[in-house]
């Protein structure tokens, strides 16, 4: 079963691959610092808090420095400031200035530099990095768990390997978190000010938030090989992780906190003021629907990377043992990046009710208006996602000697793929010639219009979903033989379990999203999703109690898969990275030509919002750059290994 | 058979059967989408063809064996001049000059506006609701007596376009590019709140946003002609001619 080996190997070469260190804490955390002070020291005066303001004074004040000179009226409303702040430590005054009405002179200018497109790929690059590093640690702890747990040695070597790949990434992301920092701070001084008025009190903790991480980080990576003890040091070992991974999760939902405030502000009067309660704004409309959003899509995005590294060592394997090492890493990451792929659709399907309530104009932006094409983009990369997961998943039959039962059923599977994927991205305003136009008598195709709307698309989705777990599930059942007596009327339940659940879900799109009220027409995506979990779950316990003590069929011969299997998990990492470009262009283009939405207008020259091809542009040329950038660090990764081939 | 056919086959047929709607009810399916299907179609049989080595080579050999063996040169070279020539074909028809307009990418929901002019005041469209709606169930006699009002209106203004049935097919219907739209059926005003409407209405076509072609719409602004009340009739008659609910989200 595979080859073993050990984890030495990764540790002797510790020094030689972790080249990350000279990028990072040496570097990156006091950039980072340096930044921060810089970063205070630029922006406008009146973006300091009261509290602040009320501290400056006071000193002043007492230090006998007001003179009759200044007024008495200086001076009372000084030590009226001195009382309030007096009056209660804890309740001080911490109401902001109204958010600022700007000028063109309010946006500095660099010859031949965009601000706008410096910041958005400042922006994107950060967040590609910075997403990769915060999951690859969640599911590495998990893996070392399971790997404590089940005694079996390759879970903790993947694990450590998956972590190693992450740790250049780690310092890449807090190079390009400066540079964001920066280019926000050179360009947009006076937004920069406004938000630290409400603000300011949570970007202190993040960065403490920020040096916990990389400390943990630090600790939890060099620490693997002394800790890996078994015992009480692996388990303190493990507290280290979590610790890294709390700290990671916070520091995201403190950056979500601020991104969602733009879109939706809370926590604010009218004129933009601060009111004081930092968690108000914090906890803003969009908040936690973006918090799962991201929180899941990282999970997969992180799987879809380390899934691509592994593709690229397979590829790059001279030897049978690290070809099955690769293959089984590659595996394992491409079942992460898919099992959190799965509830995505429905994370997105919630951030966007919510946007539709928050406003209905940004909402229409969102999927009625131009970015709609952009909509139909992403329904196409995500069914390229599916199709590629599956595809990955029929061909890791071939790792089987069982294999051969199943495959009479992957066209089938196929079949009902293509359909569902067919509908999910029906535009329901499709591009029409004028013939056509005029043949149809209107926009829409009185039959395929109907594909359009949310519920076919909700649909098709979860009908998709069952699908690629049945790719899954059969998948699974090729490596082994079942020894219990009722195996087949167990598998004809099964059967009958997902039958219904189809029918439960067409007839839940049809009925609501067709024959009633628009109201029901939203409610309906819920049982349909509730559907879908409910028979994955109940299949998922048929099948351990099916082949619990079963014995394999041959088993799964790792490091036979085909080279173009592998190019399958490339495929789904450029996806992922592509889509991810692209979406989050369209969430944060619908505030339109506000930097704070209907409280902050943005008054640059480069206010207006691009066509979609010049976003298309930009976003792919991000997207060359950091898959450059990741063959680089796989590159780097590799430079170590050079005897494990050898092996 | 040979997969290579197979796959040839297959495509063709699916080709086939999305011609069929244009060529037996005269409701063509959009070459657009025709294109986005085959597409992946012929991507997911490629797949399904190509989970493993064996059947991918059956697939690909008589392609590697043109390419490859010296006996068929001839045919090879047949291929190499034919293939250029279909291309060449294609590229051809699709950008001959004739009289088809250009295909934009117009959006036919655009994004409201946040607040609109209009009747001497100013609309906040994110809150604006129809003020005659709730005579629905608290006195449903006058509601009634609007709705008949407002069907009146329909049919002294907006019928030569919208049509006798509401289905968007006027009298003038043929002539127009973008078509007047349909109120018939649950996916059209039934997606919108009234709010929206009242907009379209209101400013019509000159006052739509830039990406939704302005200059292009026909759909007159009859803020001059209808007055405000008028406006608010007309809206809740073709929403009740043709069943819908407006649509909202708070209940």
């Known amino acids: 079963m595979g080859n073993r080996l050990d984890l030495s190997h990764h540790i002797n070469s510790r020094s030689r691959a972790g080249l990350g260190i000279f990028f990072c804490p040496g570097v990156a955390v006091p950039l980072l610092l340096l930044l921060s002070i810089l970063f205070l020291q630029v922006i406008p005066a009146h973006a300091f808090s009261a509290e602040t303001q009320v501290a400056q004074v006071s000193s002043t004040v007492e230090s006998g420095a007001v003179k009759a000179v200044e007024g008495v009226e200086v001076k009372d409303k000084a030590s009226e400031l001195i009382k309030s702040y007096k009056a209660g430590k804890s309740k001080r005054l911490k109401k902001g200035p109204p958010a600022p009405a700007l000028e063109a002179k309010d946006y500095p200018v660099v010859e031949g530099v965009s601000p706008r497109v410096t ?412 559907t879908t979990l409910t028979v994955i779950l109940l299949s998922l316990c048929i099948e351990w109690l099916i082949f619990r003590r079963a014995e394999r069929a041959g088993g799964f011969t790792w490091g036979r898969m085909p080279d173009r299997s592998q190019y399958a998990l490339v495929l789904i990492a450029v996806s992922f990275t592509w889509l991810m470009g692209l979406m989050g262009f369209v969430r944060s283009a619908i505030r339109q030509n506000w930097h704070v939405y209907s409280i902050m207008k943005d008054n640059s020259p480069e206010a207006y919002t691009p066509s979609i091809a010049y976003a298309a542009r930009v976003v792919s040329f991000g997207t060359i750059v950091f898959m450059a950038l990741i063959i680089f660090i796989f590159w780097l990764s590799s430079l170590g290994k050079g005897e494990e081939n050898k092996v | 058979m040979h997969k290579l056919l197979k796959l040839f086959l297959l495509i063709l047929g699916i080709y086939v059967l999305l011609k069929l709607p244009g060529l037996l009810f005269g409701l063509p399916v959009p070459s657009s989408l ?118 009146d209106i329909y049919f002294q203004n907006c019928f030569f376009c919208h049509g006798a049935k509401l289905d968007g097919r006027g009298h003038y219907a043929h002539a127009l590019t973008p078509r007047p739209l349909t109120f018939q059926g649950s996916d059209t005003i039934s997606q919108l709140q009234e709010s929206y409407v009242f907009w379209r209405v209101v400013k019509g076509g000159p006052g739509l946003p830039k990406q939704a072609g302005p200059w292009a719409s026909s759909m007159p602004a009859w803020e001059g002609i209808l007055n405000e009340e008028e406006v608010w009739k007309v809206i809740l008659f073709i929403y009740d001619y043709t069943g819908n609910k407006p649509r909202q989200w708070s209940h």
């Open chain 1, 119 to 530: 910041v958005w790929l400042a922006a994107q690059m950060h967040l590609w990095f910075a997403a990769f590093v915060l999951a690859v640690p969640i599911f590495v702890l998990i893996l070392e768990v399971i790997g404590m747990v089940t005694g079996d040695s390759r879970y903790d070597r993947t694990a450590y390997e998956f972590i190693r790949v992450s740790i250049t990434a780690y310092s890449i992301t807090a190079i390009t978190g400066g540079l964001l920092l920066l280019s926000l701070v050179v360009f947009y001084p006076a937004l920069m000010g406004y938000l630290s008025s409400v603000f300011g009190s949570t970007m202190l903790g993040y960065g403490l938030l920020f040096f916990i991480e990389s400390i943990t980080l630090y600790i939890y990576y060099y620490g693997w090989g002394i800790m890996n003890d078994g015992g009480g040091l692996k388990r303190l070992h493990l507290f280290v992780g979590l610790l890294l991974n709390m700290s990671g999760t916070a520091l995201m939902f403190i950056a979500n906190a601020w991104v969602t405030f733009m879109m939706s502000p809370a926590g604010v009067d009218k004129m933009g003021a601060f009111q004081g309660g930092v968690f108000a704004a914090i906890n803003n409309h969009l908040w936690s629907p973006m918090n799962l959003h991201r929180f899941v899509a990282n999970i997969a995005y992180g799987g879809s990377i380390v899934g691509a590294y592994a593709a690229y060592q397979y590829l790059s394997s001279k030897s049978q043992a690290s070809r099955a090492h690769y293959d089984w890493m590659g595996y394992t990451a491409s079942l992460i990046a898919i099992g959190a792929l799965l509830p995505i659709p429905f994370a997105g399907y919630w951030l966007t009710a919510e946007i539709y309530s928050y406003s209905q104009q940004m909402g229409i932006t969102l999927m009625g208006g131009v970015f709609g094409w952009l909509f139909i983009i992403q329904a196409v990369l995500i069914g390229a996602l599916f199709l590629a997961a599956n595809y990955y998943l029929w061909c890791g039959m071939g790792r089987a000697e069982g294999g051969n039962r199943y495959t009479g059923y992957i066209k089938y599977i196929a079949i009902v793929l293509v359909l569902s994927f067919l509908v999910w991205f029906t535009p329901h305003n499709i591009v029409l010639t004028a013939s056509e136009t005029s043949a149809l008598g209107g926009q829409y195709h009185p039959w395929l219009k109907a594909l359009g709307l949310m519920p076919a698309k909700n649909t098709a989705v979860n009908i998709m979903v069952i699908f690629t777990y049945i790719s899954f599930l059969l998948y699974r059942r090729s490596g082994k033989a079942s020894t219990v007596p009722w195996a087949s009327t167990a598998t004809a339940v099964e059967v009958g379990l997902f039958g219904a659940a189809i029918l439960n879900i067409i007839f839940l799109g049809v009925y609501y999203g067709y024959y009633t009220d628009n109201v029901y027409k939203v409610v309906s995506s819920i049982p349909q999703v509730m």
């Open chain 2, 34 to 151: 025709i294109l986005l299907y085959l597409f992946f179609a012929a991507i997911v049989t490629i797949l399904v063809m190509t989970t493993s080595d064996a059947s991918a080579n059956e697939l690909f050999s008589p392609i590697i064996a043109l390419l490859e063996e010296p006996a068929r040169v001839r045919q090879r070279n047949t291929i190499f001049v034919i293939l250029p020539l279909f291309a060449a074909l294609i590229t051809y028809l699709a950008v001959r000059p004739d009289s088809e307009g250009v295909v934009g990418f117009r959006s036919v929901h655009p994004a409201p506006p946040a607040v609109i002019e209009a009747y001497g005041q100013t609309y906040d469209l994110g809150t604006l609701e129809n003020p005659l709606r709730s005579l629905e169930s608290s006195e449903p006699e006058r509601f009634r007596s609007y709705v008949k009002e407002g069907g």
